[in-house]
C-alpha cells in the first residue's frame, strides 16, 4: 500500500479505534474527533467540532496561556507528557476516568496541532475490584458469600439476605462489631439484580464531615484549599449498582441531611457545583449502635431513620450461635493449611476453652484467636496454652445456652412449614433431575448456586444420598 492509499483510508482506521481520539487546532478549538469519542463522552460532533477543547473540562490540563510564545496551551510549547490520567466531563455532567495521551503535529518547524487519545479506565477499575471480590468470596460449600455458619440463626439471616436481595429497597445490618455486617452488604450485592454493577463502600465514622462529603458527593476543582482535580463521589461511582454505607450511626447531622435528599430526589449536587447529578444507586447500611435510641435522643434524624430501615436484617454474634464455632475454626485453619501449615486443628481442651468464651469481638475475634494460635503452636494440634490469655484463662465465658436470645425470625417463615416442605421437594426435585449438579439445580429452581447449597444445608441433604435416594 502507498501513502496515498493509507491516508484514503485513514478515516476508516481510526472509526475502528476503542479508543477515543480528537485533533485539537493550535487555538484550542477542536478539530476533528472520532466515534469512539463520541461514545465516551455522550457529546455528538456537532457539540464538539469547532469549540474549544475546555468544554471535556479535563482536570489535568494546563490551561493557562503560556509565556514567551504566544500559544493558547502550554502544550504547543514543549513535548506533553504521555500517559497522563485524568478525569473527563461528559455531556451528562458526570465525570468519567480515563488515561490521556497527546502528541504534537508539525509540518517542518511549524507546530499546527495536537491529536489526543483518552482510554477509558473505568471498566479496568471495575474489573480489578471484581477480581479482590471474587477472592473474598471463594469458599467451602460451609460459606454463604464469605459468610460461614450452619446454625439455625445464621439458616435464618441467608433466607433474609437473599429475600433483601431481590428488592431495590434500602437494607440496614444491625450487629455488633465483628459479626459480618461487611460480608452481608457483599452477599446482597451478588445475590441482587444489580450485581453486574459496582458494588461501592464507605464508612461515615472514619472521616471528618467535610471530607465524608466529598468523598460520598464529589468535589469539582477549586471547590476548597487542596481541590486541585475533579474527585468522583462514591454516590456517582456507585450508579447503577449499591452503595455500602457501613457505621451509619455514627454519620455527622450535616450528612444526614444530604443523604435524606438523595434518597428522596436521587439526585445530588458536587461540592463546588450546583448542577445536580441524577444517580441510580441502592442503598446498604450498617451500625453497631441502637439506632430507636439514637432517634429518640435527637442524636440520628427520624426522616432519615424511616428512609433507611425499609428491610432490617440483625446479624447474631458468635455467642448466641456457640455451634457456629467449631465450623469457623475450621474454615480459618483450612485456610492456614492451603498456605502450607501442619496444623489438623484443636485439642478437645482448646476447643471446649473456644466454646466456652463469650467471644465479645464476634467471628473478628475468633479469626485473630485462630491466626494467633498458629503462629504459637509447633506442632499439628492446636492446645490450651497456644490459645490467646483472655481465652485459656477463660477471662470471659458464655451464659448457659438457655439464656440466649432467640435469633430473629425471617418473615413469613415462622408460620409456614408448609411452604418449608414445598421448598425441600422442590430441591429434591431439582437435584435428582440435574443427578445432583448443584449449578443446573440452580438454573431449573431460578435460584443461585449457593441458594442451593444453602437450602442443601439447611435440610441436612447431600448429593449422594439425594441420588440413591
Request: net charge neutral; with cysteine; hydrophobic share 35%.
Amino acid at each position: 500500500m502507498s501513502t496515498d492509499e493509507y491516508n484514503k483510508f485513514m478515516g476508516n482506521i481510526v472509526e475502528t479505534m476503542n479508543d477515543g481520539l480528537f485533533l485539537v487546532r493550535t487555538d484550542g478549538t477542536i478539530a476533528m474527533v472520532n466515534d469512539a469519542l463520541l461514545r465516551l463522552t455522550g457529546y455528538s460532533r456537532d457539540d464538539l467540532l469547532g469549540k474549544p477543547c475546555t468544554m471535556l473540562d479535563c482536570d489535568v490540563c494546563r490551561k493557562a496561556r503560556s509565556l514567551g510564545r504566544g500559544h493558547w496551551c502550554r502544550m504547543f510549547d514543549s513535548e506533553p507528557d504521555h500517559r497522563k490520567p485524568c478525569h473527563m466531563r461528559r455531556k451528562d455532567g458526570a465525570y468519567v476516568h480515563v488515561l490521556k495521551n497527546a502528541s504534537i503535529l508539525r509540518d517542518g518547524d511549524k507546530v499546527i496541532g495536537a491529536v489526543e487519545t483518552v482510554t477509558d479506565l473505568t471498566e479496568l477499575g471495575r474489573k480489578d475490584e471484581t477480581i479482590q471480590e471474587l477472592k473474598r468470596l471463594l469458599g467451602t460449600e460451609d460459606s454463604f458469600y464469605g459468610l460461614v455458619g450452619r446454625s439455625e440463626a445464621m439458616q435464618r439471616v441467608y433466607s433474609l439476605l437473599e429475600r433483601a436481595a431481590q428488592s431495590d429497597a434500602p437494607v440496614i445490618l444491625y450487629g455488633e462489631s465483628g459479626t459480618g455486617k461487611e460480608l452481608a452488604a457483599h452477599a446482597i450485592h451478588e445475590l441482587g439484580k444489580r450485581s453486574e454493577g459496582p458494588f461501592i463502600q464507605c464508612n461515615c465514622a472514619a472521616l471528618t464531615v467535610s471530607l465524608l462529603e466529598s468523598e460520598l458527593f464529589g468535589h469539582v476543582k477549586g471547590a476548597f484549599t487542596g481541590a486541585y482535580r475533579h474527585q468522583i463521589g462514591r454516590f456517582e461511582a456507585a450508579h447503577g449498582g449499591d452503595l455500602f454505607l457501613d457505621e451509619i450511626g455514627d454519620a455527622p447531622s450535616e450528612i444526614q441531611v444530604k443523604l435524606l435528599r438523595v434518597l428522596e430526589t436521587k439526585r445530588f449536587e458536587r461540592v463546588g457545583d450546583h448542577r445536580p447529578i441524577k444517580v441510580d444507586v441502592r442503598i446498604i447500611t450498617a451500625t453497631n449502635r441502637d439506632l430507636p435510641r439514637l432517634v429518640q435522643s435527637n442524636d440520628f434524624r427520624e426522616d432519615l431513620f424511616f428512609r433507611i430501615n425499609v428491610i432490617p436484617i440483625t446479624m447474631p454474634p458468635l455467642r448466641e450461635r456457640r455451634e457456629d464455632i467449631p465450623l469457623l475454626a475450621e474454615h480459618v485453619l483450612r485456610r492456614k493449611r492451603s498456605a502450607g501449615s501442619i496444623i489438623r486443628g484443636l485439642s478437645p481442651q482448646a476447643m471446649r476453652l473456644c466454646m466456652q468464651y463469650a467471644w465479645p469481638g464476634n467471628v473478628r475475634e475468633l479469626v485473630s484467636a485462630m491466626e494467633y494460635a498458629a503462629v504459637v503452636t509447633d506442632g499439628e494440634l492446636i492446645e490450651p496454652a497456644h490459645l490467646p490469655p483472655g481465652i485459656a484463662n477463660g477471662d470471659s465465658v458464655c451464659p448457659p445456652a438457655q439464656n440466649i436470645p432467640a435469633p430473629q425470625e425471617a418473615p413469613e417463615e415462622h408460620a409456614s412449614t408448609t411452604n418449608m416442605a414445598d421448598e425441600k421437594e422442590a430441591l429434591l426435585r431439582a437435584l435428582k433431575q440435574t443427578s445432583g449438579n448443584k449449578s443446573q439445580a440452580a438454573r431449573v429452581l431460578g435460584v443461585s448456586r449457593m441458594t442451593v447449597l444453602n437450602r442443601m444445608r439447611k435440610y441436612g441433604l447431600n448429593t449422594k444420598t439425594v441420588i440413591t435416594s
